[in-house]
């Protein structure tokens, strides 16, 4: 990796050569490991703006061209071409499946769907009206009480088993949340579906009817889940990443991951997106939202344009649009509001100088949210449906970082800002 570049950092006269290591694509990055050891100083970069937490060979974005490629295949090409599960295979082992690879891997995903009936009982410990999110992360945090032959993070099998697991059972647990707050009887996973049909089927059908799912809609779903998959070092997977550096078992590590997914500045900016179109209503309304954005003593900001890595267009948001074009036509609703104030926010949004120069472009989530409304999910559970995908992500950089031998625990350090040691008072001395 090391090329013989050096940077020469010098303090109060006295100098270190720290190496600098070159990627295969991306910046330069200055190796600071031995820092403290030789020179008994920190670096601060709170939010990781400018620090490489780890070496991956996963996924590469070029957040100033709009590039994203998955073990170096572009995402537009995986999204036209590929499928989720093939996908799955290519960020889990790195490669292309062979048609029997494939056949193989989609036969032992499909062969974990179902649950351990136990968790049922589980599930009904929540309230109704409990959010799918908070319903996930207790039931993934939990179901590490219910396969103990895969949580020993040691044995390379086990840790296949565990991915496998995981990428089979989150569309059935996220399924059973959205089925438990709406009150309905749990669907359970049928294995001739695909991956995404299935998920499909958990979620809509009923026990009383039957329910076909419409291919398009199957497509839809399909996409949604691909152009989610992986995201580098975004930060469910750093707390995926930190949690595991402990050995933590890899269900509780995934909770920890979905409980990061949640926040709105992350995975819950699809459900804040749509409810700021929603809020906006109509086109006429759009100048009055752009100014609040633009507004610094205002704490709103327009949701789904920006993004901590892409300063250019997000690749998966020009999938998503097309994608939403084509789950509206089918529906009939070439009339979509909602859609029409997306489309016209966009316009106005890229052309005012204040998000040009900030490089604030639409992200996945500003059309992600439009074709989960039209397929008839609410709101609440479009973070569940993007921490399906994303689960796959999580567990092929978790792999990928339990198999490095130089593994250590995260701890990152601090610049102490509080009081210097001083002496206890005594309480009536106060
Ligand atoms: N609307 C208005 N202004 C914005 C927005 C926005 N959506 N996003 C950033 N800005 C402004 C900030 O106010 C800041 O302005 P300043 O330099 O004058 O202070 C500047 O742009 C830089 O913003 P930061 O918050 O420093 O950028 P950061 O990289 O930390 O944040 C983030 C990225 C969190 C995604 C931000 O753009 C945001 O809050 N966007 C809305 C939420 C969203 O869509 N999140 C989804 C991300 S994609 C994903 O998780 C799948």
């Given at each position: 990796m090391a090329e013989g570049k050096t940077a020469t950092l010098t303090i109060d006269g006295k100098t270190w050569e720290l190496p600098i290591l070159s990627p295969t694509s991306g910046p330069d990055v200055i190796d600071i490991r031995k820092l403290y050891a030789e020179a008994g100083v920190f670096t601060y970069d709170p939010g990781f703006t400018s620090t490489a937490a780890c070496d991956s060979t996963i996924t590469f974005i070029d957040g100033e061209k709009g590039v994203l490629t998955h073990r170096g295949y572009p995402i537009g090409e995986l999204a036209a071409q590929s499928h989720f599960l093939e996908v799955c295979y290519l960020l889990l082992y790195g490669a292309l499946p062979s048609p029997r690879e494939l056949e193989d891997f989609e036969t032992i995903i499909t062969r974990h769907t179902m649950l351990n009936e136990q968790i049922h009982y589980f599930f009904r410990g929540f309230r109704r009206d409990s959010h799918p999110m908070a319903t996930m992360v207790g039931v993934v945090g939990a179901i590490s009480a219910f396969y103990h032959?895969?949580?020993?993070?040691?044995?390379p099998e086990q840790r296949e088993i565990a991915a496998h697991r995981l990428i089979a059972k989150m569309p059935t647990i996220a399924a059973m949340a959205y089925k438990y707050a709406l009150g309905q009887p749990f669907v359970y996973p049928k294995n001739d579906l695909s991956y995404a049909a299935n998920f499909l089927h958990m979620c809509f059908?009923?026990?009383?009817e039957p329910y076909h799912v419409n291919p398009v809609m199957a497509r839809a779903m399909d996409r949604i889940f691909m152009l989610h998959a992986d995201h580098e070092q975004n930060a469910s997977t750093s707390t995926v990443r930190l949690a595991s550096s402990s050995g933590s078992n890899p269900f509780a590590c995934i909770a920890a991951g979905i409980a990061c997914l949640w926040g709105p500045a992350h995975g819950g900016a699809n459900q804040a997106c749509l409810e700021m179109l929603r809020e906006i209503?109509?086109?006429?309304r759009i100048p009055e939202y752009i100014a609040r954005a633009k507004?610094?003593?205002?704490?709103f900001r327009l949701m789904g344009f920006g993004h901590r890595v892409y300063k250019n267009f997000d690749p998966r948001a020009t999938v998503m649009k097309e994608s939403a074009d084509e789950v509206l036509d089918l529906l009939g609703e070439h009339d979509n509001e909602t859609l029409k104030v997306a489309k016209e926010l966009e316009r106005i949004a890229l052309q005012d100088d204040y998000f040009i120069e900030k490089k604030l472009f639409p992200n996945v989530d500003f059309y992600s949210g439009i074709i989960l409304e039209a397929m008839g999910f609410p709101t609440s559970m479009f973070t569940p449906i993007f921490a399906v995908a994303r689960t796959v992500g999580w567990i092929s950089q978790w792999k990928e970082q339990l198999a490095d031998p130089q593994l250590k625990i995260g701890r990152p350090r601090q610049l102490y800002l509080g009081e210097d040691v001083r002496d206890y008072v005594p309480i009536d001395k106060r």
């Open positions: 032959d895969s949580t020993d993070v040691n044995d059908a009923v026990p009383a209503g109509t086109v006429d507004d610094k003593s205002d704490p």
